[in-house]
């Protein structure tokens, strides 16, 4: 089972519309989609493009453009979630690399 990365947007945007974060599941003969180093590639780069906008959406707004105040928040708190969910995700994988470890000993 995979659910699809769209990778011109961000992590909250996917999640609102429905779509979700693909990870390969099953075998090496079902690599059909990305593989997992891939899909944590456009985490981390999604991730990113959600703290550029945040900055960029900060600067608008100091500077007087016409950005209006409820979309610097969307974009602030896009980036927040985001980067949370990056920290969860690698929190969940450092727990299970250890798992791993300590199973195998």
């Given amino acids: 089972m995979t659910i699809p990365i ?3 947007s961000g992590i909250v945007s996917q ?3 429905g779509g979700g974060i693909s990870l390969p599941i099953g075998g090496a003969e079902e690599n059909q989609g990305p593989s997992f180093s891939d899909a944590l590639k456009r985490v981390v780069g999604s991730t990113q493009n959600a703290q550029d906008n945040r900055d960029e959406m900060i600067g608008a707004f100091l500077r ?3 950005v209006e105040l409820h979309q610097v928040m969307a974009a602030s708190e896009e980036a927040a979630i985001s980067l949370e969910f990056l ?3 690698r929190n969940k994988l450092t727990d299970a690399y250890r798992t791993v470890m300590n199973t195998s000993t």
Avoid: A, H, N, S
């Fill in 87 to 89: 920290v969860e995700m």
């Fill in 6 to 8: 769209r990778p011109d």
């Fill in 64 to 66: 007087g453009e016409p």
């Fill in 15 to 17: 999640l609102e519309r």
